[in-house]
């Protein structure tokens, strides 16, 4: 989530927490081991992916860069740079510029975005493919779409550092909260559309089988852990510009709210959809190469 601390104080609004989850988040103790915890999950996720990339490069190396071996790739990147941040997160607070801060907390975000949307390109493919519709333009979009999502917000990053103005620098920030939060919100609107539709064709396929069962399952549970998720984050993103002291995230003083945040947003999703997709492709037919479904 978004993350700026030079700004303009709140608007005035004030998330009714319980007393108790204000007391634990007083807790230095909390707000220290708290960023550990969250950056031990996120190492584990990493070490997951990482082994689930190096199986799949020995079960099938002939095959190159498939769509599962980026996938896992990114989600380690991914993984790895929040397991940093969050070991090292009160380090981050005396870093200068602010935007190299904002870079850090704020890029594994895009990448995450990047690494789950490269599922719904997949699922695209396959349903344009299934229906004889023209997929060419598929991947430069997906592409298109990445760079711009990331020189937006790039450009905003600068607006917030070197805007002349704390007007100007509270304008970027909130610019930049409805940007992601129109992003994630995207995201999930991409997964209900081609994850839908990949499910209602395979409901329709003629023959019946355990692999169609399977398959079924499988793009149901991606489709409304990946949705449920983006859109969660959406929300979140959008209501922390109302409320910036009780409900932003990425600060030392809402170790509670960042366990939560990052659980349902990040954590959870990630490693469900890893557990989903686990399966490997076949092995190379000795008498020639079988497609592989890329997850």
């Known amino acids: 989530m978004r993350t700026l601390h030079l700004v303009a104080a709140p608007l005035g609004v004030e998330f009714p927490y319980p007393q108790w989850w204000r007391n634990l988040e007083k807790n230095e103790g909390l707000q220290l081991y708290s960023n550990y915890g969250i950056g031990g999950a996120y190492g584990l996720i990493g070490l997951v992916a990482f082994v689930q990339l190096i199986r799949l490069q020995l079960r099938v190396p002939e095959y190159g860069w498939t769509t599962q071996k980026v996938f896992h790739l990114l989600n380690c990147l991914v993984s790895v740079l929040r397991c940093s941040v969050f070991f090292f997160r009160p380090a981050l607070e005396g870093l200068h510029p602010i935007v190299t801060k904002l870079m850090l907390l704020d890029l594994p975000g895009l990448l995450f975005f990047t690494t789950y949307t490269l599922l719904v390109l997949f699922w695209a493919e396959i349903y344009q493919q299934a229906r004889n519709l023209p997929a060419a333009a ?18 905003l ?3 917030t ?4 103005t704390s007007d100007v620098q509270e304008l970027a920030y909130t610019i930049s909260n409805l940007w992601l939060a129109a992003v994630f919100m995207a995201a999930a609107a991409g997964f209900l559309l081609y994850g839908g539709r990949l499910f209602v064709m395979l409901q329709r396929f003629p023959i019946e089988s355990r692999g169609r069962r399977k398959k079924l399952r499988e793009v149901g549970l991606v489709t409304s852990i990946c949705a449920g998720c983006f859109t969660f984050r959406a929300v979140m993103i959008a209501t922390s510009a109302v409320d910036r002291n009780d409900l932003e ?39 020639g190469y079988q497609q592989i479904p890329s997850q």
């Open 157 to 159: 990053w600068a607006l």
């Open 138 to 155: 598929l991947r430069p979009t997906f592409l298109i779409i990445n760079v711009v999502v990331y020189a937006v917000l790039a450009g």
């Open 161 to 164: 550092t070197f805007g002349k």
């Open 249 to 287: 995230v990425d600060m030392l003083g809402h170790p509670l709210l960042n366990i939560a945040y990052y659980s349902l947003a990040e954590i959870i999703p990630s490693a469900s959809v890893l557990y989903i997709l686990r399966k490997l492709p076949p092995k190379r037919n000795p008498q």
